[in-house]
């Protein structure tokens, strides 16, 4: 069985500082991670993922996410906030079940962005 | 590339009737698509696993006969909420694999149901 937890539904930052927001998973094997970010009533866009190979993951619009094994870990990261990253984020953790693969989605985190 | 579209993109519909949603993959072709659920301020819940030319798996707790979904051709896979109730009302996502690549799923912009 595979799950994600995401820590903290919400997290408010300034404009310019760092964004953190954090995603812990558990897979019974090796996962390919994934972070969305969502604009009100739109649908998911995919930020980055890992599936293998470097653990630290460069993405769109600054984001990056290191994978940490041993935490069982896929931060996500970005060093200069700005107003337009304001958004839901969603850690997801895919795996290949008998049924093929099936993706988790954690809670969300909402990301407001103060000037 | 890798656009999935959605429509209607917003439905209001009276209680009772059927509302067909349809996603489509309108640059790759998508051997599966899955359709989510979500709730206000909640993460997507899944709904069922749509495979081209099979029968789709519906996730527990899902009624298939009311959630009918139809995978006719690689780039078109339609969900029908059929005798709708105010409960049915959410916002449905489609997504879509690349065929050959399974890990990554592309998704359309959701479909907002309102059912009165």
């Known amino acids: 069985a595979q799950s994600v937890t995401q820590l903290g539904s919400h997290v408010s930052v300034s404009e310019g500082a760092l964004v953190l927001l954090r995603c812990n998973y558990s897979s019974s094997v090796p996962p390919y991670l994934f972070w969305y970010v969502q604009y009100p009533n739109q649908g998911l866009q995919l930020l980055l993922k890992?599936?293998?190979?470097?653990?630290l993951v460069k993405g769109i619009n600054g984001f990056e996410a290191e994978f940490k094994k041993s935490e069982t870990s896929f931060h996500l990261t970005k060093p200069s906030a700005h107003m337009s990253d304001a958004a839901e984020y969603f850690c997801?953790?895919?795996?290949?079940?008998?049924?093929?693969?099936?993706?988790?989605f954690g809670a969300g985190t909402r990301l407001f962005v103060k000037a | 590339g890798a656009v999935v579209s959605q429509h209607p993109s917003w439905v209001i519909c009276k209680s009772g009737t059927s509302v067909k949603i349809e996603c489509r993959s309108l640059?790759?072709?998508?051997?599966?698509m899955f359709w989510y659920r979500q709730f206000p301020k909640q993460s997507l819940m899944l709904m069922a696993t749509s495979n081209e030319g099979s029968k789709a798996t519906y996730e527990q707790g899902v009624e298939k006969d009311k959630f009918l979904i139809n995978h006719a051709s690689l780039t078109l896979s339609t969900l029908t909420v059929t005798s709708a109730h105010p409960e049915d009302s959410s916002f449905y996502i489609c997504?879509?694999?690349?065929?050959?690549?399974?890990?990554?799923?592309?998704f359309g912009p959701g479909t907002r149901l309102l059912v009165l």
């Open positions: 890992y599936t293998t190979g470097a653990t």
């Open positions: 997504s879509a694999r690349v065929a050959g690549g399974p890990e990554t799923q592309y």
């Open positions: 640059d790759f072709q998508a051997t599966t």
């Open positions: 997801a953790v895919s795996s290949l079940n008998t049924g093929g693969f099936k993706t988790i």
